[in-house]
């Protein structure tokens, strides 16, 4: 994997590490996987269909979405998941994997975490505090740039110490197109976004 994927994926490992190690071969009716709460549930099967693609994770993810209510079209997926396939055997796979990853994820957040619409309960409810940190929850499970600013954006007017994450987000970006791919850049990049993270977990 490219630099830009590792610290695309290391909230995920920030957040799910414990839950994806412990759950490899992640089942619905896993009982360690239905006492979950439904936010971290669609995560991880989000994750388990980006970490290590089959046809069991997409299957599991069209399942529990469609149990919450929520249609998808999987076969919109497919290409994404047969190049991913078809990529892994080739010896520059990983300079090939870039523009793919950047795809999957797009595709992965346009399925909104559930904490979005939980915290705007929690705002009608006059619960505003409780509000803003599961909203915030929700800016942690996205995967790109794009969604991860105009989510911060959007709570500015809110939550004006958004903008300060914002600009750190941003800061974090430019270290991580001008980092190099070894391993003292990665390492360096992963600490950097967990400090990053552990500033929405208010």
Same mark, same amino acid.
């Given at each position: 994997?490219?630099?830009a +994927? @590792?610290?695309?994926l290391a909230?995920?490992?920030? @957040?799910?590490? $414990?839950?994806? @190690?412990h &759950?490899r #071969?992640?089942?619905?009716d896993?009982?360690?996987?239905?006492v979950?709460? !439904?936010?971290?549930k669609l995560?991880i099967?989000k994750? !388990?269909v980006?970490e290590?693609p089959?046809? =069991?994770s &997409?299957?599991?993810?069209?399942?529990?979405?469609k #149990?919450?209510?929520i249609?998808?079209?999987m076969e919109?997926?497919?290409?994404?998941?047969t190049?991913?396939?078809?990529l892994?055997g080739?010896?520059n796979?990983?300079?090939?994997?870039?523009?793919?990853y *950047?795809?999957?994820?797009?595709?992965m957040d $346009? +399925?909104e975490?559930f904490e979005? $619409?939980e915290?705007?309960?929690? =705002?009608?409810e006059?619960k *505003?505090e409780? %509000?803003?940190?599961?909203?915030?929850q929700?800016?942690?499970?996205?995967?790109?740039?794009?969604?991860i600013e %105009?989510?911060?954006?959007?709570i500015?007017?809110?939550y004006?110490?958004?903008q =300060?994450?914002l600009d750190?987000?941003?800061? @974090?970006?430019?270290l991580r197109?001008?980092?190099?791919?070894?391993?003292? #850049? /990665?390492e360096k990049? $992963?600490?950097a976004?967990e400090?990053?993270a =552990?500033?929405?977990? /208010?």
């Amino acid at each position: 994997m490219t630099v830009a +994927i @590792l610290f695309t994926l290391a909230i995920a490992l920030i @957040l799910f590490r $414990a839950f994806v @190690l412990h &759950l490899r #071969s992640t089942d619905l009716d896993n009982e360690k996987f239905v006492v979950l709460p !439904r936010e971290v549930k669609l995560a991880i099967l989000k994750e !388990r269909v980006l970490e290590t693609p089959s046809e =069991k994770s &997409l299957n599991n993810l069209e399942t529990f979405l469609k #149990s919450e209510g929520i249609e998808v079209d999987m076969e919109s997926y497919r290409p994404l998941y047969t190049e991913q396939l078809k990529l892994s055997g080739k010896e520059n796979a990983i300079a090939l994997d870039n523009d793919l990853y *950047t795809r999957e994820a797009a595709w992965m957040d $346009a +399925i909104e975490p559930f904490e979005f $619409a939980e915290a705007l309960k929690l =705002k009608e409810e006059g619960k *505003t505090e409780e %509000s803003i940190q599961t909203y915030l929850q929700g800016v942690l499970r996205y995967y790109s740039d794009e969604k991860i600013e %105009s989510s911060l954006e959007a709570i500015r007017p809110d939550y004006p110490a958004a903008q =300060k994450m914002l600009d750190d987000y941003k800061a @974090l970006e430019v270290l991580r197109d001008e980092s190099l791919a070894d391993e003292a #850049s /990665i390492e360096k990049l $992963a600490k950097a976004k967990e400090a990053w993270a =552990k500033e929405l977990c /208010i």
